[in-house]
């Protein structure tokens, strides 16, 4: 007789990430009683790609409801490369301004690297100029993006251990799989780490191995059951809209993995929606509030 498997636990990273914002709002009450002013992020968002919207209304939301100003400029899907730059220069010049976060993809994405790098290193909340990256690499103070800081939050806050343990990433991108390969790799998380990408052999052999799990690939199920070991955290960094005319949107979320199927298999897995993009924003919120203490710290 089969034995009788109990579902996964779920973490709940909506339920995290209203925990996290407690301890930011009282972080941002104590700023704004200190500063006189409340810590702001400023947001370029360029072109009216729908999903980029929605993120960009669901930070400053998060904003406004943690006690942090944001200011917005909009520009047009046709703004050129100097007016994006000066979008940039003038945040970096408001010192009322704390953070910035250019919104990404631009909708010339030749323009995103030099506009990253256009961003005032004392306001790279997002974590992408080269000078964030690199101190991560050195283990020196930075700004940490935010998705691998939420990821790190949620498994911390869920009682996962990761010293000794063996985590797979399946990703290897600038703003995911790479710096969380840094964080799990480092001290205090000591984890084991191998890092997966599109030119990985036999990549269930890899990710049958691990005991966490993350999937931040784009591609909805890219982590099928066969590739799960029984008992491994999964995390799900996929964020895909996939077509569903039962929605009023017309759309559906879905992850990178064949969340059905892992849900028997996993011990912990994260959902999606409401798993690592809420603990996303969430870090933004943190690291602005950062950005502000930092800056008064050292005018
Ligand atoms: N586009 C998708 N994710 C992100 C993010 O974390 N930061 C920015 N700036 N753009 C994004």
């Known amino acids: 007789m089969d034995t009788p498997r109990t579902d996964a636990r779920l973490l709940d990273g909506k339920a995290i990430a209203a925990a996290v914002r407690v301890e930011v709002a009282a972080g941002a009450a104590d700023f704004a009683a200190r500063a ?26 998060a904003c406004a409801e943690c006690g942090l100003a944001s200011r917005e400029l909009a520009l047009p899907a046709t703004a ?64 940490v993006p935010c998705t691998p800081l939420g990821i790190m939050e949620i498994l911390a806050r869920s009682g996962i251990p990761t010293r000794g343990a063996h985590a797979v990433i399946v990703g290897r991108s600038h703003i ?27 990549l269930a052999d890899f990710t049958r191995s691990a005991d966490i799990l993350v999937a ?19 995390i799900d960094v996929g964020v895909n809209r ?18 059905p199927a892992l849900l028997p298999i996993a011990s912990a897995i994260t959902p999606v929606p409401g798993g690592v993009g809420p603990m996303t924003i969430t870090m933004l919120l943190s690291n602005t509030l950062l950005a502000a203490n930092r800056r008064t710290a050292n005018p």
């Open 216 to 234: 931040a690939v784009g591609r909805p199920l890219t982590i099928t059951a066969d590739m799960v070991r029984p008992g491994a955290t999964v």
């Open 80 to 143: 050129s490369f100097s007016d994006v730059l000066a979008a940039v220069h003038a945040l970096n010049a408001d010192p009322a301004v704390d953070g910035i976060l250019v919104q990404l993809p631009l909708p010339d994405p030749r323009m995103e690297q030099a506009v990253i790098e256009a961003i005032d290193p004392a306001k790279d909340v997002d974590g992408f100029h080269p000078l964030s990256m690199g101190r991560l690499l050195a283990g020196l103070p930075t700004f």
């Open 176 to 202: 995911v799989g790479r710096p969380l390969s840094i964080l799990l790799s480092r001290k205090p998380a000591d984890a084991t780490v191998t890092l997966c990408h599109t030119a990985t052999r036999d």
């Open 36 to 61: 006189g002013r409340p810590a702001s992020l400023g947001v370029v968002l360029v072109g009216d790609n729908s999903a980029s919207r929605s993120y960009v209304t669901g930070k400053e939301k």
């Open 242 to 259: 996939i077509p569903d005319p039962s929605r009023p949107r017309g759309y559906r979320l879905v992850g990178d993995i064949d969340y």
